[in-house]
């Protein structure tokens, strides 16, 4: 695709209910990023991958994230048990290298509501 | 640890008024730079970003920036903004080594130009 691509675009879960949201990083591009944005706050970063490999989950908030890249291109970030102060919209964005001078590729986000 | 500063909330201006938007980072290292913006209902996208070399960088728009390492600043500015510029603008900081790294996102400054 064009661009990178979040699926679903809305969520509403119930509290406690697991939620996985899917990230489609454009074609080829190495590194990927999930950021959460809290209304009214900048993204606050979450982890990093580059291709299959999590280099950095230090923003992931509780043992009820989970994220994976399993074959280097699509990811899921999977919240379990999910609480309200889960709600917020939930970047992915990707850059074509591994390096730190790339220019970041955002999706539009998933807007998670946790009720 | 790493933070972004963003001084100003919400600025609201008149058209053909120049713009200057204040970012302070806190890194005890080398660093790359950024502006993103995001207009309404778009995703995040680089306005412009800074690794090296000349201080005052140009980006897309008539935007320009201006690191000033003894201050730990990179100020934003354009020299007469539309109706068009109205968004919300993020600076951003990441480690300036090869590697690719998490990125740093200020929480934000709301833009509000009046036609």
């Known amino acids: 695709g064009a661009g990178v691509s979040q699926s679903p675009r809305y969520k509403v879960a119930k509290r406690g209910q697991d939620v996985a949201l899917r990230c489609d990083p454009i074609?080829?591009?190495?590194?990927l990023f999930w950021y959460q944005q809290a209304l009214g706050q900048g993204p606050e970063f979450l982890t990093y991958?580059?291709?299959?490999?999590?280099?950095?989950k230090s923003g992931l908030p509780s043992d009820r994230f989970f994220a994976e890249r399993p074959e280097g291109s699509v990811s899921t970030l999977k919240i379990q048990r999910t609480q309200q102060e889960d709600s917020a919209v939930y970047l992915c964005a990707s850059s074509p290298r591994g390096t730190g001078f790339d220019e970041a590729f955002f999706g539009q986000g998933t807007r998670l509501t946790v009720v | 640890a790493q933070s972004v500063s963003q001084h100003n909330h919400h600025v609201i201006l008149s058209e053909a008024a120049s713009l200057e938007l204040g970012c302070n980072y806190s890194?005890?290292?080398?660093?790359?730079l950024f502006w993103y913006v995001q207009y309404p209902g778009q995703h995040l996208q680089l306005l412009l970003k800074?690794?090296?070399?000349?201080?005052l960088v140009k980006g897309i728009k008539g935007f320009e920036a201006e690191f000033i390492k003894s201050k730990f600043s990179f100020n934003l500015r354009k020299p007469s903004v539309q109706w068009s510029d109205t968004a919300e603008y993020f600076c951003?900081?990441?480690?300036?080594?090869?590697?690719?790294?998490?990125?740093?996102f200020g929480s934000g400054t709301r833009l509000s130009i009046r036609p």
């Open positions: 951003a900081v990441n480690r300036g080594y090869s590697s690719a790294s998490k990125i740093i």
């Open positions: 800074y690794f090296s070399g000349d201080p």
């Open positions: 991958f580059q291709n299959e490999a999590q280099l950095d």
């Open positions: 074609s080829g591009h190495v590194s």
């Open positions: 890194y005890g290292g080398t660093v790359n």
